[in-house]
């Protein structure tokens, strides 16, 4: 959640930032993490439904990249608008099979070597040994829900797509980013920026630029 907070003064006016903050994390901090791919995507499914009085739009990025592509399939698959736009950002397409072994099963030392090596929890918070034993059941849950996920496309989303992705990432191949292409009817650019996995918390001016203008084009901003 708070990797998004940042965008708000740089939003356009029309555009409403709507966070999914999901169980495990902070005000809902005490309730269990999701596991399973479509237990939450149930939750989702359920939250949505009162969000669909207006266009939207949906950027994910991570995990959260293939969260948003199967609520989006669910609201297809319902009958329901799905989203006019959709940002996947340091993701490889879901049916790209995972090349990196599955970790969340590991011992709790082995499991934080591995993930201090992604480099995806700040290092205050590793060496925290309180704090990270209060995270460990939510990162075990996230990289559980990742590793045991099977994506099954049955045919295109509608919405217009970009890609965003770090030139150094070394979790997700530019190659692997592409495959989202097929998945949607109207695929558009693949952009790339200096970074790696995380890179969207280095260029949030530019990321939100990209989301301002994809949203409501240069016509629409001058007339809007």
Not at 8 to 30: F, H, K
Not at 59 to 66: A, E, L, Q, R, T
Not at 72 to 88: G, I, W
């Amino acid at each position: 959640m708070t990797t998004f907070l940042p965008w708000l003064p740089y939003l356009d006016r029309r555009i409403e930032l709507v966070i999914a903050q999901l169980p495990g994390r902070g005000r809902r901090s005490q309730e269990k993490p999701f596991s399973q791919m479509d237990l939450l995507i149930d939750e989702l499914f359920g939250a949505m439904l009162t969000q669909l009085d207006k266009p939207f739009a949906f950027f994910g990025h991570s995990m959260g990249s293939k969260i948003a592509y199967e609520l989006a399939r669910r609201l297809q698959q319902n009958h329901f608008p799905t989203p006019e736009h959709f940002f996947a950002s340091g993701s490889g397409a879901p049916c790209v099979p995972r090349r990196a072994a599955h970790i969340h099963r590991l011992p709790d030392a082995a499991f934080i070597e591995r993930i201090t090596k992604l480099s995806g929890v700040p290092q205050a918070v590793l060496d925290n040994a309180e704090l990270m034993q209060f995270l460990l059941p939510m990162l075990r849950a996230d990289f559980k829900l990742v590793e045991t996920y099977s994506a099954k496309p049955d045919g295109k989303l509608p919405s217009s797509l970009t890609l965003l992705g770090g030139m150094s990432d070394v979790l997700v191949a530019v190659d692997d980013l592409r495959q989202w292409m097929p998945l949607f009817e109207q695929p558009g650019p693949l952009l790339l920026f200096e970074g790696g996995h995380f890179f969207i918390g280095q260029h949030t001016g530019e990321l939100v630029e990209i989301v301002n203008s994809t949203v409501f084009p240069a016509e629409c901003r001058r007339y809007g």
